[in-house]
């Protein structure tokens, strides 16, 4: 990793975990995110994924519009730090334990492989 690259992941890690502390004591069913980038696209290729305990927990913070909150709360925090995401709804994603359990036996890792397939080059 190029040392810009570095600092880039050490402000984008601690604007994220920021989001995170924020959205756990806020959020009910919000357990944990996560990010992908690929340093030779970024910003355009960063992809941020907030996880919930459940489908249902997924749902009804849907429901309740808590995914404009994480927009909202997520482009903020990156601001403050001198990240401007032009895609912010298409590079923000939502995903559940519940549904990682089903379709990858809670392999994380594989499961978040098939969205690093994804990360745009441009």
Known sequence: MKKSD???DNALRGAL???????????????????LVNYNAFPNSLKI????????ALSKAIEAKQDDYFY?????ELSTVNIKLNQLRQQVSF?????CERSHAGKWNERLAKLQS???LH
């Open 6 to 8: 570095k600092k880039i």
């Open 17 to 35: 975990t920021n989001v995170c502390e924020t959205a756990l004591g806020s959020v009910e069913g919000f357990v944990w995110l996560t990010h």
């Open 49 to 56: 994924v907030c996880v919930f305990e459940t489908d249902e």
């Open 72 to 76: 909202t709360l997520i482009n903020n």
């Open 95 to 99: 995903d559940t334990e519940e549904a």
């Open 118 to 120: 994804k990360v745009a």
